[in-house]
Nanobody
Framework: QVQLVESGGGLVQAGGSLRLSCVAS????????MGWFRQAPGKEREFVSR????????TYADSLKGRFTISRDNAKNTVYLQMNSLKLEDTAVYYC???????????????????WGQGTQVTVSS
């Protein structure tokens, strides 16, 4: 069983940057892919980014390419999300998720991921 804990959220002005972290425990980190999702008030949880087990492959939501960067450090059991040029519409709760079994739906679907963190709030102000 995998446990995930996010950190790094906060209040930032538009145009600023934040780096989110997610620390995993409970299963060898390098054996599963990781993803980031976000959920704004009144909206469904949406895919942000995904990184493969060895960081060879990274995937992003089309609207976020060029501003967000996902990375991982398997020695630290941690996945990161670097967010630059933040916009008001980036305000949301951000969740990391673990794709332990590598099946269950498309990579951008919440159904694909078996473990979730508690979320960290990101608020972008004008």
């Amino acid at each position: 069983q995998v446990q995930l804990v996010e950190s790094g959220g906060g209040l930032v002005q538009a145009g600023g940057s934040l780096r989110l972290s997610c620390v995993a425990s409970g299963r060898t980190f390098s054996t599963y892919a990781m993803g980031w999702f976000r959920q704004a008030p009144g909206k469904e949880r949406e895919f942000v980014s995904r990184i493969s087990r060895s960081s060879v492959r990274t995937t992003y939501a089309d609207s976020l390419k060029g501003r967000f960067t996902i990375s991982r450090d398997n020695a630290k059991n941690t996945v990161y999300l670097q967010m630059n040029s933040l916009k008001l519409e980036d305000t949301a709760v951000y969740y990391c998720a673990a794709d332990v079994d590598q099946y269950g739906g498309p990579y951008y679907s919440t159904d694909r991921y078996e473990a979730w963190g508690q979320g960290t709030q990101v608020t972008v102000s004008s």
